[in-house]
């Protein structure tokens, strides 16, 4: 049996994630904190919807009445849409 043993390092994080039950190692954190926030979204599974509820906080700003209201509420229903039916994968 080859059993192989990892050492952490005082800068290595371990994510783990209640859905998947793996973990995750992440050595090379990306200097931009949002690039972070936005691999944790989609490892997730809830991209799209913190989009649709970010562009529904945006359109609450506007007229009802507005063209840009009408095409935020597009977007979001939209993202709805891939929220329920799409997975975002790495290239």
Do not use: C
């Not at 949002?34 to 490892?43: T, Y």
């Not at 919807?49 to 945006?58: C, K, T, V």
């Amino acid at each position: 049996m080859n059993a192989t043993m990892y050492a952490l390092r005082p800068t290595d994080l371990v994510m783990t994630d209640s859905f998947d039950l793996g973990t995750l190692w992440l050595r090379d954190l990306p200097k931009n904190p949002e690039a972070l926030h936005a691999q944790a979204l989609v490892a997730s599974g809830d991209y799209f919807e913190m989009l649709a509820a970010s562009l529904e906080q945006i359109a609450a700003l506007l007229p009802l009445t507005s063209t840009e209201q009408y095409q935020l509420q597009e977007h979001i229903g939209q993202l709805i849409y891939l929220q329920h039916h799409y997975v975002i994968t790495k290239k």
